[in-house]
C-alpha cells in the first residue's frame, strides 16, 4: 500500500500549486483522505481533509479560504489545490488515509501516510 504525493515545489508569495495524491495497492473510496503539513521542529498540522464520498470538508484555520481539498475516487486519487500561497505555507506536505470513512483531522485518525512533497513559498 502506497500513497504517492506529487505537484510540491518552488512558487512565488500569491502564487499557486496543485498537490497529488495517488493511492495504490488498495482502494481508499471508502476512506476518509487527509492533507498534512510539518516545519522542521514543529509538530504535524492539519491542513485539509475529505469523507469518502467528498460531502464533508474541513481545513485548518489559516488555510481557509486559499486551500481546497477534492478527491476523485475513479483515479484513487486525492488532490489540494493551493492558491495565494503565503511564505508560512512552505512545509514538507504529506498525504494520508484515515481508517474510517468519515473526515477528521486527528493524525492518530490516519492509517497510511505518503512521503511528502516539499512546498516552498518565496516572498
Known amino acids: 500500500v502506497q500513497l504517492q504525493a506529487s505537484g510540491g515545489g518552488l512558487v512565488q508569495a500569491g502564487g499557486s500549486l496543485r498537490l497529488s495524491c495517488a493511492a495504490s495497492g488498495r482502494t481508499f473510496s471508502n476512506n476518509g483522505m487527509g492533507w498534512f503539513r510539518q516545519v522542521p521542529g514543529k509538530e504535524r498540522e492539519f491542513v485539509a481533509t475529505?469523507?469518502?464520498?467528498?460531502?464533508?470538508?474541513y481545513y485548518g484555520d489559516s488555510v481557509k479560504g486559499r486551500f481546497t481539498i477534492s478527491r476523485d475516487n475513479a483515479k484513487n486519487t486525492v488532490y489540494l489545490q493551493m492558491n495565494s500561497l503565503k511564505p508560512e505555507d512552505t512545509a514538507v506536505y504529506y498525504c494520508?488515509?484515515?481508517?474510517?470513512?468519515?473526515?477528521?483531522?486527528?493524525?492518530?485518525?490516519?492509517?497510511?501516510w505518503g512521503q511528502g512533497t516539499q512546498v516552498t513559498v518565496s516572498s
Open positions: 475529505i469523507s469518502w464520498g467528498g460531502g464533508n470538508l
Open positions: 494520508a488515509a484515515s481508517r474510517g470513512a468519515s473526515s477528521t483531522s486527528r493524525p492518530s485518525a490516519y492509517a497510511y
